[in-house]
């Protein structure tokens, strides 16, 4: 899932009427282009594995939010 990704589902999972506008701010010279994530990592160290959905998670974590304000 791409961080552009991962934001706009943030935004429809919230229910926000948030307007996004990607590439308005300019990049920082020291800006990664790209953004390469892996937990398999986490998996062959710790035996650990995701059982959550990110979508899924995504939820709970808004809710959580949500319950707490």
Do not use: H
Request: aromatic share 8%.
């Amino acid at each position: 899932m791409s961080l552009k990704e991962l934001v706009e589902a943030i935004v429809v999972q919230a229910g926000s009427s948030s307007q996004l506008r990607f590439g308005v701010i300019p990049d920082r010279i020291s800006e990664a282009e790209e953004w390469l994530l892996d937990n398999a990592k986490a998996g062959r160290l710790l035996k650990w594995k995701p059982t959550t959905p990110i979508r899924v998670g995504l939820q709970q974590t808004i809710d959580y939010f949500k319950n707490k304000i």
